[in-house]
């Protein structure tokens, strides 16, 4: 079953933060973070394993509460370039392989 | 240059006319996947395989098959493609099943 994203889509203006957040029924092993520019192929950003680690670079960070199934993505003063669609993606087995990917978060930042 | 390259990038066909989607990377990746992009259902994965020869279902691999000769080739198989499955298509690849996808260009395919 699909992983739960909100919100479905949010518009920002240059500098604000947002906060996209990834919602599984099931308990998760792994989630991976990806963004997808418009016409393009999704791109990497993070994966966080369970054990409740905080992960990130810079102005985006993850964290991935096991407990409550959770994950949540963090843009921090965000830029013209974090346009584009977000996606969360879950494991629920430590064998890897299948990977469940959320509907997706367009976000869309404004000058 | 490191890459994935799936072939064609557009296809119209019709319906129940055999088609392959193939898929390469040279990037000596044991893991390679399919996925699926749909307007609001996001991606979803169809088939993925851990090494040659070891294949396994995804979320959505009815209609579809594939196959894993070699580590570098994972073609996707419509061996009679539906109008249901008109979508963009993604394959990827990764080193480890829990790395870094490295995503093709996508194909654009639409069945009639």
């Known amino acids: 079953q699909q992983p739960v994203q909100s919100p479905q889509a949010v518009i920002l203006r240059e500098g604000e933060d947002a906060v996209i957040n990834c919602s599984s029924s099931k308990a998760l092993y792994s989630v991976h973070w990806y963004r997808q520019k418009h016409g393009e192929a999704p791109v990497f950003l993070m994966i966080?394993?369970?054990?409740?680690e905080q992960k990130g670079h810079e102005k985006i960070s993850a964290s991935f509460n096991e407990k409550k199934q959770q994950s949540s993505l963090y843009l921090t003063a965000s830029q013209l370039s974090y346009s584009g669609t977000y996606f969360c993606?879950?494991?629920?087995?430590?064998?890897?392989?299948?990977?469940?990917f959320g509907q997706g978060t367009e976000l869309s930042v404004k000058p | 240059e490191a890459q994935v390259t799936q072939n064609p990038r557009y296809l119209i066909t019709v319906t129940g006319k055999k088609l392959t989607v193939t898929c390469s990377q040279n990037?000596?990746?044991?893991?390679m996947s399919w996925y699926r992009q749909d307007p609001g259902l996001g991606l979803r994965q169809i088939y993925y395989?851990?090494?040659?020869?070891?294949?396994d279902k995804g979320d959505v691999p009815e209609g579809y098959k594939v196959s894993r000769k070699e580590k570098r080739n994972f073609p996707l198989i419509l061996e009679s493609p539906s109008p249901n499955q008109t979508s963009l298509y993604f394959c990827?690849?990764?080193?480890?099943?829990?790395?870094?996808?490295?995503f093709g260009e996508g194909s654009r395919l639409t069945v009639l």
């Open positions: 990037m000596n990746h044991e893991y």
């Open positions: 990827a690849s990764s080193t480890l099943p829990r790395g870094e996808l490295f």
């Open positions: 395989s851990m090494n040659v020869e070891v294949t």
């Open positions: 966080l394993l369970k054990g409740g």
């Open positions: 993606g879950t494991e629920e087995s430590n064998q890897g392989g299948k990977l469940i």
